[in-house]
């Protein structure tokens, strides 16, 4: 979005102005970055200071990339940068995000949940836009905080009248930052487990953290989890709110049955969607969790009174890395890399037993953020996968905690190696055509890596 410099002053309150020597109606700003290596020709830099470093010690990196205007908490000397002094950067640039979609009267839709929130966005975003005919705003990748979604706006938003937005949270406090500058009108929470268990006293105290998004809609709509007592609980307390429930033993929108087709190229799923019973044809293999986040996704285009169209979805694929089922060299191969959680594994390794392969082989790497909890989740890691049909498992010990899985399934390892190489090279000789392999652990553990090198190596032999 390009915004004049004189527009973000009359929004933010600066208390003081340096190196400005044009007329602010004059500048234009097209990009805005919190990081300074983003920065280019055009760039606003909003010097934010965080846990563990400053912004303000990069505003000179900015200004060398070819940033304009660096929007600060104190002067910086000696670059000669426009920069505008104001009393929190990171209120800056909430505000000015907020003022852009002020400007045209929106409708957010907000998603809040442990798991599938960028699964549902993606769903919704797409059932919108096919409904609507028209653009709908999403927040891109995974950018879902207090700083990643005022970026997206500030940078994507193009005047849409719907924005689709993921609430990410990750510790005690989070979410009250989130929604004191964007209130949802439709609320969607999807799900409450263990991710992130090591930033809050226990499960509990994520759930009344994500309730917050949900308790802050004062006259709207909201899409909870009808198989979960305390999203039950939850919906009791709120007064003067439209309320659907999604789920698979019972709500509004219920996920009856699905199947696999043989050949893994598609899944069918029967869903009621109030009273009425659809079949849906999906691209690839679905797991339990992402067609429930389809069930939320169809209940939030209802409260919008839009009629929900199977043929809809026959062009959505399912993102990449989150649980994503491909056949390739003769191997069924489950890439999950891109984050992992109790929960998520869960789903996996349900589907994984609906579908067939010589062996079962897992590789697997540390669920992080548990903090005191991390013994007993990677214990339990080791209990779900003991108790699967994964017969051989490879254990990825980058981080080192994901070691108290082994006491639970060890009988299943076949190695352990903290060195990408080795864990590669043990893959390229232990595995088979018809085999199928599954990869999972958090997103730090960077566990696409090791498929990038197994299958590197196969397509030079
Ligand atoms: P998020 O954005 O909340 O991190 P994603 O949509 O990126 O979630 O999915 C992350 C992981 O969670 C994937 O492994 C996916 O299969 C799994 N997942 C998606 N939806 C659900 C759900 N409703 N319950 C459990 N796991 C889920």
């Known amino acids: 979005m ?97 003022n852009v979609i002020r400007k045209k009267s929106t409708k957010i839709i907000g998603i809040t949940g442990s798991n599938g929130k960028t699964t549902t966005k993606e769903l919704i975003h797409h059932l919108l836009k096919k409904t609507l005919d028209r653009p709908v705003f999403k927040n891109p990748g995974n950018l879902n905080t207090e700083i990643g979604l005022p970026v997206s706006i500030l940078n994507y938003y193009n005047f849409e009248d719907i924005l689709v937005l993921e609430f990410g949270i990750s510790k005690r406090g989070d979410m009250d930052r989130i929604i004191k500058n964007f209130k949802p009108d439709i609320g969607v929470f999807l799900n409450c487990g263990s991710a992130h268990l090591g930033n809050f006293k226990d499960e509990d105290e994520i759930f009344s953290e994500k309730s917050k998004m949900i308790k802050s809609i004062d006259n709207g709509a ?76 169809i209940c939030t285009i209802k409260i919008l009174e839009l009629n929900f169209n199977p043929d809809d979805l026959e062009d959505f694929k399912l993102l990449r890395n989150r649980f994503n089922v491909q056949k390739v060299d003769k191997i069924v191969l489950v890439d999950d890399t891109y984050n992992s959680s109790i929960e998520s594994v869960k789903e996996a390794l349900n589907t994984i037993k609906l579908l067939t392969a010589s062996r079962k082989i897992a590789v697997i790497g540390s669920i992080l953020e548990q903090g005191s909890k991390s013994i007993e989740t990677h214990e339990k890691l080791g209990e779900l996968i003991n108790a699967s049909d994964i017969e051989h498992v490879i254990v990825y010990s980058v981080f080192s905690d994901v070691k108290y899985s082994i006491s639970t399934m060890k009988e299943k390892v076949v190695f352990e190696s903290s060195v990408l190489d080795e864990v590669a090279d043990k893959l390229i000789k232990f595995l088979r055509p018809g085999d199928l392999i599954y990869f999972k652990a958090s997103r730090a553990v960077e566990m696409e890596r090791v498929i990038e090198r197994v299958w590197k190596s196969f397509s030079e032999q």
Request: glycine residues 6%; proline residues 1%; negative net charge.
């Open 2 to 98: 390009q915004l004049k410099l004189s527009e973000m002053l009359e929004v933010l309150r600066c208390s003081e102005i340096y190196n400005l020597f044009e007329d602010p109606d004059r500048i234009y700003v097209n990009s805005f970055v919190v990081d300074s290596r983003e920065s280019k020709d055009g760039s606003v830099f909003f010097a934010l200071k965080g846990r563990r470093v400053d912004g303000h010690n990069f505003v000179k990196d900015a200004y060398s990339k070819g940033a304009k205007v660096a929007v600060v908490e104190r002067k910086i000397a000696e670059v000669g940068i426009v920069q505008l002094v104001v009393n929190s950067t990171i209120e800056a640039l909430n505000n000015l995000a907020i």
């Open 222 to 297: 909201v899409v909870l989890y009808a198989d979960d007592e305390r999203f039950l609980k939850l919906s009791e307390d709120l007064k003067n709110l439209s309320i659907k429930f999604f789920g698979q033993k019972s709500g509004d929108v219920k996920l009856l049955s699905w199947k696999y087709t043989d050949d893994l190229s598609s899944t069918i799923a029967v869903i009621d969607v109030f009273g009425k019973l659809y079949s849906v044809i999906l691209n690839g293999i679905w797991n339990r969790g992402q067609l429930l986040d389809l069930c939320a996704a």
